[in-house]
Every structure is written in C-alpha cells, then in structure tokens.
T-cell receptor
Framework: AQSVTQLDSQVPVFEEAPVELRCNYS??????LFWYVQYPNQGLQLLLKYLSGSTLVKGINGFEAEFNKSQTSFHLRKPSVHISDTAEYFC?????????FGAGTILRVKS | DTGVSQNPRHKITKRGQNVTFRCDPISEHNRLYWYRQTLGQGPEFLTYFQNEAQLEKSRLLSDRFSAERPKGSFSTLEIQRTEQGDSAMYLC????????????????FGQGTRLTVV
C-alpha cells in the first residue's frame, strides 16, 4: 500500500523568506504525485502535480516541487512567501483510483 | 458551473441520529469521490463512483455509511446512528475519467461538510 509522510507538522517562516515543505512517499511502482493547499474551512485546491517527464514541476502561486525517485521525495518550495500563503499543505500520491494523503503541514507566514 | 458544491456546509446532530450530505460534482465529470478528514489529519478515502456505479469502498466505510449516485449526477452520503467518532469534515471531489489512466487527472474538491456529533 502507498503511504505519504510529511515530516513537518508546522513550518513558521517570515514573509519574503524561502520555504520548503517536505514530502516522502512509499511506493514500489510508478506514481503520480500532488500537492494541495487548504485554507481554513475550505476544500482542497491543487497547487501542482507530477505525472511524468521533467522532475521539476511548477504550480500556481509561485510554488514548485521536485520529484526525486531515488529518494522517493516530492518536496514543495517557494522562493519568497507571502502572508497569504498561510494555510495547510497536503502531499498526496495516487493509488489505483484514489489519492492517499499525508497528514499535512501548516505553513505560518509571519510579518 | 463554478465547481464542486456540497451541502450543508455545517451539520450538528445528536448521537444516534441519521444525517445525509449532498455533493454536486462538476457537470462533465463522471468520477465522484468521498473523503473524510479528521482534525490534524489528511483526507482519507471513503468511496468513489464512476457514473452511477460505486466501484470501490474503503474499510473505513462501515455498514452505517451508505453512498449513492443515482443517474450519475449528484451523490449523497448517509450516516445512520451517528457516533461521536463520526465528527469530521466530509469532502467530495470529482474528476473526468480518462480511458486507460488511473488518477492522472486533477481531482476538484468541494468545500466540505463539517459534521459535529454531540
């Protein structure tokens, strides 16, 4: 079975600083990988996805992620965060016809 | 069509009562999913439909839970004899089906129904 580990439950960072949210997955087969963002009392919004091809994936709101097959990682990065990026971020892997999510990382951007 | 719509947004019920939630997917999407999200956790898969057929159910979906998608359009999730452990956010998502692909396309999520069992 697939599993996803998000190593940090919370990441505090100052505005305009870079940030990396870590995600590792377990899988013995090729996977599709996703990052979703959830604002308070809202549903999930897709930030970016890796299906195949280039290992560096660019998404919305200036986020990007790099797929590393040897390390089974899919870390999310942003070079300069804004207050509005404060939210919870979920890494997910496809497993058959469903998504398996990590426990989430709360990104807190401070001014 | 503005996206996946879920109703109600919030539901407070007494233990032992039955509740029903509704999900209206994006109109051209033939796949519909239900997930449950408890505090501090990521969403967990419950079940999914392709058109009106329920193709997969998680072991999390006890016999008190039932989901339907008549006519392959909207879906309902019913919980009978609610328990305090059922308190969670219930998320619905939809996606188009791509022949030969599993979940390579984006799943669009609704805003969820937050259930509180008191």
């Amino acid at each position: 079975a697939q599993s996803v580990t998000q190593l940090d439950s919370q990441v505090p960072v100052f505005e305009e600083a870079p940030v990396e949210l870590r995600c590792n997955y377990s899988s013995s087969v090729s996977v599709y990988l996703f990052w979703y963002v959830q604002y308070p009392n809202q549903g999930l919004q897709l930030l970016l996805k890796y299906l195949s091809g280039s290992t560096l994936v660019k998404g919305i709101n200036g986020f990007e992620a790099e797929f590393n097959k040897s390390q089974t990682s899919f870390h999310l990065r942003k070079p300069s965060v804004h207050i509005s990026d404060t939210a919870e971020y979920f890494c997910a892997v496809s497993y058959g016809n469903k998504l398996v999510f990590g426990a989430g990382t709360i990104l807190r951007v401070k001014s | 069509d503005t996206g996946v719509s879920q109703n109600p947004r919030h539901k407070i019920t007494k233990r032992g009562q039955n509740v029903t939630f509704r999900c209206d997917p994006i109109s051209e999407h033939n796949r519909l999913y239900w997930y449950r999200q408890t505090l501090g956790q990521g969403p967990e898969f419950l079940t999914y439909f392709q058109n009106e057929a329920q193709l997969e159910k998680s072991r999390l979906l006890s016999d008190r839970f039932s989901a339907e998608r008549p006519k392959g359009s909207f879906s309902t999730l019913e919980i009978q004899r609610t328990e305090q452990g059922d308190s969670a956010m219930y998320l619905c998502a939809s996606s188009p089906y791509v022949q030969g692909a599993s979940l390579s396309t984006e799943a669009f999520f609704g805003q969820g129904t937050r259930l509180t069992v008191v």
